[in-house]
């Protein structure tokens, strides 16, 4: 036993190596007669790992500079990406593909640089601010001008249906609940989920990036009037509102409720103004949307949890008081506004919350 700890670290960084040298020789088949330089970057939530790639012997620009992608364990989201960089890039800007190998994992990918959509915000005024979200939701409206129906036929993108919506929400079940010592009360969990897929499959249907937020958007180093958009292996068909509500209830930016309304109402009539299927108001549109915070919100809380506890990665426990914050607001929201059968089951489960899970939530992290 112990020998085998001894050596466990040494055999993965010897993986780890070979993996590097087996890109390095990769590239050069794809970069003849180039030197470079590559330098790994942070990891996100996925075991995928990225690298950024400079050509050296030339100026530095973008064209010198690429994304690598290693997806060695994940070889299906690595063709899923390359199927969805294919369907989304006639409409929205997302990073060209430079080289592939799908057999061994890698990928080269266009490098839109290192500012992301968060760091824009930062010190920027609120019309800056204003401005910038604009941007971010006239492009998700022309992701969401692209037919479903071809989405579908052509490229193969699976429905957000039931089964998906409650698993996902079942993360929250199976992960925040034990985490923090509450006791689940199964009647009332089954009923709001029920609730919730019911209105859930009766809004629109668009082509859903599914994780398009502060940290997927990036000013292009090309052209900074537009967003590159990354991430997007994981795009279903669904919801016209999922995506709208994970970026203006974004897990990792803070905006007044009162500016979140504002631009829901700008969303309707960016909408309005494509031709695309929406609300009959953006008083409907803003319950759409708060339905579809609920059921996201309950995920990424069991998401973030996951995350530290299975794979190692607390930096997003941080992140947990601002997610629970928007899923009380939505949940409040409906408790007051929504139709009567959603209150019926939100109205209770939004109690049982307050009293049963709050407390134990509040001890474990510690928030006033």
Not at 69 to 89: G, P, T, V, Y
Request: proline letters at 4%; glycine letters at 4%; hydrophobic letters at 40%.
């Amino acid at each position: 036993m112990t020998d085998h700890k001894t050596l466990e670290p040494n055999m993965t960084e010897t993986s780890s190596n070979n993996r590097l040298q087996q890109l390095e020789n990769w590239l050069q088949q794809v970069f003849t007669e180039q030197a470079f330089n590559l330098d790994s970057l942070p990891g996100d939530a996925s075991a995928r790992q990225y690298h950024r790639l400079q050509l050296l012997g030339e100026s530095d620009t973008g064209e010198s500079r690429y994304i690598v992608m290693d997806s060695a364990d994940e070889q299906d989201a690595l063709r899923q990406f390359i199927n969805i960089a294919k369907l989304m890039a006639p409409a929205i800007n997302v990073p060209t593909l430079i080289a592939q190998d799908v057999t061994k994992g890698f990928l080269v990918l266009q490098d839109f640089g290192t500012v992301e959509f968060a760091h824009l915000l930062v010190n920027a005024t609120p019309a800056q601010i204003n401005t910038y979200y604009q941007l971010a939701m006239q492009t998700l409206v022309a992701l969401q001008s692209v037919p479903i129906e071809m989405a579908k036929s052509q490229h193969q993108l699976p429905d957000y249906d039931s089964a998906l919506l409650e698993r996902e929400m079942d993360l929250f079940s199976d992960w925040f609940i034990p985490y923090v010592g509450a006791a689940l009360d199964k009647t009332l969990w089954s009923n709001v989920k029920s609730a919730l897929i019911k209105e859930i499959l009766l809004q629109p249907q668009v082509i859903v990036h599914r994780d398009y937020h502060s940290r997927n958007l990036m000013q292009d180093q090309a052209d900074n009037a537009r967003l590159g958009v990354i991430d997007f292996q994981d795009a279903v068909v669904g919801s016209y509102t999922y995506d709208l509500v994970s970026l203006v209830r974004d897990a990792y930016v803070e905006c007044p409720e009162s500016q979140i309304s504002e631009w829901i109402n700008d969303f309707w009539q960016l909408q309005q103004q494509a031709g695309l299927t929406t609300a009959k108001s953006a008083e409907q549109l803003e319950n759409d949307v708060n339905v579809m915070g609920v059921q996201r919100h309950l995920k990424v809380l069991g998401i973030f949890i996951r995350l530290s506890q299975r794979d190692g990665k607390d930096r997003y426990l941080a992140d947990i008081p601002k997610v629970m914050r928007d899923l009380l607001t939505e949940l409040d929201w409906l408790a007051d506004k929504g139709s009567d059968e959603i209150k019926q089951a939100v109205v209770p489960f939004n109690q049982w919350l307050q009293d049963s899970v709050l407390p134990n939530y509040k001890d474990k992290f510690a928030v006033v």
